[in-house]
């Protein structure tokens, strides 16, 4: 069946970058002669039947505003059949045909399960700050916060250096270490603590054992958050027990990270992206994630996606240890 109707939405966390990614979808759908309407609420709003028709001003003057128009949520009545069910009954009722999802890996998988259930033509673009996406080398809003947490960084380090203190900074990243690890080495902190590395090794008492504050007083250790070991505060917490001689502090970067104007590089990625989503669907592609591979645009199956096989390249920790020596 030929499409007419592009129906989009953002699920999950926000992400700085997504509103550039529905102006894209949204202008290129127009310009090719497609209807666009926008879904509330992710597909929460499949769900209930909040859907508005998308002009191209609609999306006027967004493309350098963090957060997203379409609002986001975590639909717990979207993981039901039932669910699913009303929204397929809303998109037909609404005259929509295929959809644009923009969101992270928990987005894709609903994705996933809601084309393979009622053979609809969806396209998935990566949208997280938390980078943990198979099959594309950046998502949007990575990088804006990762220049938010360098900005916080540094400003921390002015502390830290004056009161010659160590400090635990936790960023976010779900169960991924990419904010915290490349986080590190754009602020230059003395250490990363991931999740990824977290069976293989200790890594507090790596970090203190392998003697970090040698040439220097104060350090910064960027963190990412980790439910199981209890992140900053667990690490802190274990200072003040088994090496009490340091003087230890904890921020805590919290929900900042996904705030804030999309940086340059964002705002492109999603712009290309977006228009590429609708590119997808018109070539006949479904079931597939935009993706980013050496700087090329890519098709990734929704399946590859989601699997969380992509290994992370540990040897960049190596460059934190050596550059802040
Ligand atoms: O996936 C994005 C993210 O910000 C994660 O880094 C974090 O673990 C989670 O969302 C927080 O979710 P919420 O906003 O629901 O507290």
Redesign the pocket.
Known sequence: MAIKCIGILTS??D?PGMNAAIRAVTRTAIYNGYKVKGIMRGYHGLVTGEIVEFKSQSVSNIIQKGGTILKTA?SKEFRTEEGRRQAYENMKAEGIDALVVIG?DGSLSGAQQFAEEFDVPIVGLPG???NDVDGTDETIGYDTALNTIVDAVDKLRDTASSHERLFFVEV???TAGYLALNGAIASGAEAAIIPERETEVDQLADLIHNGFRKSKNSAIVLVA?NKATGGALGLAERIKKEFPEFDARVTILG?L??GGSPTAKDRILASKMGAMAIEALSEGQRNVMIGIKNGELVYVPFKKAIAHSQQMDLKDLDIVKILSM
């Open positions: 999950g966390g992400a975590r992270g997280t700050i938390d976010m990243g779900n958050e929900h990270q996904r």
